[in-house]
């Protein structure tokens, strides 16, 4: 896992390497996003659970430095966590929400047809724990999570989306689904530990909007 992700950070600065080969009239543009989030957890043992709703909101930046291609970094507040589906040996309500400030560095890779863009973004996520919100009916117990402290603050993976965008002369309006996929945990994992894997899985959507402060539209 630690493997692909330092292979996307290569891949990543080899396309900006080549983004600087060609004469191109750079774009810079800052504006705000704001979505939902539908999160679970991989789990090992595994738990049986629903999706789980949240929000993410947070300020964007892009650069484009050539024709098809540039990088967008982000800062957000976003919420992960897990909900547990009913079962006959858990039958009581557990629900838990965790709160991150991201921030994802992503290639954003575009087309553009007329005044829309349709456009990929890929790349590396990292994320700070903020705090937690349990909702239960169950008395505290390391083994199920339960009333368990989250141990490792620090979280990082890889993230990709695509979408589209429409470009006005007051600025870019677009909307974008993205996958996160965690490659930390957010328990310990040692043999001693209940959990071998405790990683989030988010799926977002997200509508933003953008400021041009470069290049004119």
């Known amino acids: 896992m ?31 996003n704001g979505g939902i989030t539908l999160s679970s957890m991989r789990f090992q043992p595994t738990i049986k659970q629903e999706m789980k709703m949240g929000m993410k909101a947070g300020a964007t930046f892009r650069y484009i430095s050539e024709k098809h291609f540039g990088i967008q970094l982000e800062a957000n507040f976003a919420q992960y966590g897990w909900k547990e589906a009913p079962t006959y040996q858990y039958p009581k309500l557990y629900e838990r929400t965790l709160n991150y400030l991201e921030v994802p560095f992503l290639s954003h890779i575009f087309f553009n047809i007329k005044k829309t863009r349709i456009f990929f973004n890929l790349g ?22 339960y009333g368990k402290a989250v141990e490792n603050r620090f979280n990082y993976g890889i993230c990709g989306g695509m979408g589209f965008e429409y470009r ?50």
């Open 168 to 217: 006005s002369k007051i600025g870019s309006f677009g909307v974008e689904g993205r996958y996160f996929f965690s490659l930390g945990d957010i328990f310990n994992n040692s043999k001693k530990d209940p959990f071998e894997a405790s990683a989030p899985q988010v799926i977002s959507a997200s509508v933003y909007y953008l400021i041009p402060i470069g290049k004119k539209q």
């Open 2 to 32: 630690r493997t692909t992700f330092l292979l996307c950070l290569l891949l990543i600065g080899s396309l900006g390497l080549s983004a600087q080969t060609k004469k191109y009239i750079p774009e810079y543009y800052v504006g705000a």
């Open 124 to 145: 590396p996520q990292v994320a700070l724990f903020l705090n937690d919100k349990e909702k239960s009916e169950y008395e505290p117990n390391d083994a199920r999570a």
